[in-house]
């Protein structure tokens, strides 16, 4: 029986979707309330304020691909649905960076993992960012709102054999592990999540609330970038958007001119801040941009003298935060453990090497797991922290600098990952770093990564997460916008996506980026309808 394709559907009923592509001459357009983006912030909100009655136009930069484009190819996959190809790169080249280009955003291809905001982190935004309103007891019914909404709950299956060497390895060890909720329905447990769910099973905003959208009268256009906010004293006036072509590389010479009430940015934490460069808005403080957090991520890789098949099934289903805490917020930095699917692509790109070299490594990927460490930056005044700035074409670029406080951690990351992974029975354990060689017991793996050298390109780094660079908070001094999502110069202008996180949060961010908007556009809602 073929899978139903929601938007084929949902057009025959006359659902008002645009493709910037095909513009044959520029284009107004008019609503109650503009959102740029269509990724976990952009999309909730959309959702809850078209539902509330409003007019609601959302913009993406991105195509539209939908499950019966989603055929699992790589090559196919990463130049459609990610920002740059899957070439995003920090400034000086050293840190790759995933993040989604598509309808639906980063929510279309990331991997279904979903965490509450971690009390401490949460904590430490009230008292040392003045946040307010955002307390675990404060977002609870907000985080169980979108749970239910997404089918968010833990993995209910036997995890595949890429996770359970994360959960053998800490069992065997006494380390804490559980099993990770995903934002799932009727799961075929194919493991390809990173390439668009071809069977509609993940709840991405593709499948949930963009549909409830357009089901509510709201409107989207796709293949428009927003380039500039059009101001006037303390207020938006306008966006101008240019029209790309169906590859989403050059623009088309057609324009969108924006025209409505209030404005929603929530294109993610280089998107968002890029935009307000762009368009010279106020940031009298010299904050906008600054303050943006990685969760920056180490991997390990290790050879199992059984077979593995790291590219099938759940790519997420097990994870450990023992090493998340231990020293409270702002001791040496934490860490959460995770296992990253690895198709042959991704896996070629992370492990680098060319011709003979990186053949061999791929002809190991069926015994191979990888293990990856999520490390928590921003809580330490030494903490490594980025800032967006733009290149000579206007588009923006993250310049991301590694502190010594930060290096530290990369080290300790190694050794526990290593640790876990003979553990669960690696024959042999790599540290993904060029100067690295297989070891074949922990005591020689050990003796391997204290003798390394940390730095950039040596350490092959990565992260799917990015956060700030907008941050909230009530000190306009220091933060972009209030704890509402309120930019503090432009009345009518708000900000719902993760580039409103004073620091890293200690967790995949999209559950946090879900609960956090719900909150904030329907307490917008109530504000526009007074």
């Not at 409003?54 to 190819?73: A, R, Y």
């Not at 941050?471 to 972009?480: I, K, L, T």
Request: proline share 5%; charged share 20%; with cysteine.
């Amino acid at each position: 029986m073929p899978i139903p394709d929601l938007f084929t559907e949902g057009l025959k009923r006359d659902w008002k979707v645009t493709n910037a592509a095909q513009l044959e001459q520029d284009l107004t357009l008019e609503a109650d309330i503009a959102i740029v983006g269509s990724g976990a912030g952009g999309a909730t909100s959309a959702e809850i304020l078209s539902a509330a009655g409003f007019k609601v136009l959302l913009i993406e930069e991105g195509g539209l691909f939908t499950s019966s484009d989603f055929k699992l190819q790589e090559h196919e996959a990463y130049p459609d649905l990610y920002q740059e190809g899957l070439g995003r790169m920090s400034k000086d080249g050293a840190i790759t960076i995933l993040q989604g280009r598509a309808v639906g955003g980063t929510t279309l291809v990331n991997w279904t993992s979903c965490f509450r905001t971690p009390e401490p982190t949460l904590a430490h935004w009230a008292s040392e960012h003045e946040v307010l309103g955002h307390s675990v007891e404060e977002l609870a019914p907000w985080f169980a709102r979108i749970e239910e909404r997404l089918g968010i709950s833990p993995w209910a299956m036997p995890p595949n054999a890429n996770n359970d060497v994360l959960r053998r390895g800490c069992e065997k060890l006494g380390l804490h592990w559980q099993v990770i909720p995903r934002n799932v329905r009727g799961c075929w447990n194919l493991g390809y999540c990173g390439l668009g769910c071809p069977t509609n099973a993940k709840q991405s905003m593709l499948v949930t609330s963009i549909p409830a959208l357009l089901d509510n009268g709201g409107e989207l256009i796709y293949l428009a970038r927003a380039e500039r906010l059009q101001l006037d004293g303390g207020r938006v006036t306008g966006l101008e958007c240019v029209a790309m072509d169906e590859r989403c590389v050059a623009p088309t010479g057609r324009r969108i001119q924006v025209h409505a009430r209030h404005y929603i940015l929530a294109g993610g934490s280089i998107n968002t801040p890029g935009l307000l460069l762009r368009s010279e808005a106020p940031d009298p403080h010299g904050i906008l941009g600054k303050r943006t957090f990685l969760h920056l991520t180490t991997f390990s890789w290790a050879q199992f003298d059984q077979q593995i098949n790291p590219f099938y099934g759940a790519p997420q289903s097990i994870y450990s935060d023992h090493f998340q805490w231990q020293d409270g917020a702002t001791g040496p930095m934490g860490y959460k453990l995770e296992v990253p699917p690895m198709q042959p692509g991704f896996s070629a790109t992370v492990l680098g090497g060319t011709g003979v070299v990186n053949s061999e490594l791929m002809q190991q990927l069926p015994n191979a797991n990888m293990m990856i460490a999520l490390l928590r930056d921003g809580f330490h005044p030494d903490s490594s922290q980025g800032e967006v700035q733009l290149r000579s074409d206007g588009s923006p670029v993250l310049d991301y600098q590694l502190t010594d406080y930060t290096w530290e951690a990369v080290r300790r990351t190694y050794q526990s990952m290593a640790e876990i992974q003979f553990a669960a029975g690696a024959r042999t354990v790599t540290p993904v770093h060029n100067d690295a060689r297989p070891a074949s017991n922990l005591a020689e793996a050990r003796e391997m990564i204290d003798a390394l050298d940390l730095r950039r390109f040596k350490a092959r780094l990565g992260s799917a997460h990015v956060m700030g660079g907008c941050a909230m908070g009530e000190d306009a001094s220091r933060a972009v916008t209030d704890s509402l999502g309120r930019h503090h110069q432009l009345e009518n202008l708000s900000i719902h996506d993760g580039s409103l996180f004073p620091t890293s949060i200690g967790a995949n961010p999209q559950l946090s980026i879900y609960g956090l908007t719900a909150r904030l556009s329907s307490l917008l809602a109530e504000r526009l309808a007074g």
